[in-house]
């Protein structure tokens, strides 16, 4: 009877002082997806003199950036001159476009560009 109530202690203890005692360590959280974040991202853009040259004289150029949750659609369209023309329109496409900003940049500039970090939808 002595030697049952040994092997039952020792496995209480065993018990005791293992994981059972242990708190459960917490779930990891996943991250929050992006958040609007005013004034977010900074773009540091600088143009050539000779920019978007045609007939030896520069002329002002179009950026279009897209904030995008996924770039599947965007590759599609940026194949062929069609998909080109359409993402030269600076518009939601596509439900993947949290936001399209147009920049215009004349010859030799530099600027600072700030544009609100878009809150994704998917």
Same mark, same amino acid.
């Given at each position: 009877?002595?030697?049952?109530?040994?092997?039952? @202690?020792?496995?209480?203890?065993? $018990?005791?002082? $293992?994981?059972?005692? #242990?708190?459960?360590?917490? =779930?990891?959280?996943?991250?929050?997806?992006? &958040? /609007?974040?005013?004034?977010?991202?900074?773009?540091?853009?600088?143009?050539? =003199?000779?920019?978007?040259?045609?007939?030896? @004289?520069?002329?002002?150029?179009?950026?279009? !950036?897209?904030?995008?949750?996924?770039?599947?659609? /965007?590759? &599609?369209?940026?194949?062929?001159? *069609?998909? !080109?023309?359409?993402?030269?329109?600076?518009?939601? /496409?596509? *439900?993947?476009? *949290?936001? =399209?900003? #147009?920049? /215009?940049?004349?010859? $030799?500039?530099? &600027?600072?560009?700030? @544009?609100?970090?878009?809150?994704?939808?998917?």
């Amino acid at each position: 009877m002595r030697s049952r109530l040994s092997v039952v @202690l020792l496995c209480l203890t065993l $018990g005791f002082s $293992g994981a059972g005692c #242990r708190k459960p360590k917490p =779930a990891p959280v996943a991250p929050a997806g992006p &958040t /609007f974040v005013p004034h977010g991202l900074q773009l540091s853009v600088a143009a050539a =003199a000779d920019l978007n040259q045609s007939d030896g @004289l520069p002329h002002a150029l179009m950026l279009v !950036v897209y904030q995008l949750s996924t770039t599947n659609a /965007f590759n &599609t369209l940026a194949k062929d001159s *069609a998909g !080109v023309q359409t993402l030269l329109r600076a518009s939601r /496409f596509d *439900a993947s476009v *949290a936001s =399209a900003d #147009r920049i /215009f940049l004349q010859p $030799g500039d530099k &600027t600072k560009v700030f @544009l609100d970090q878009a809150q994704s939808g998917s």
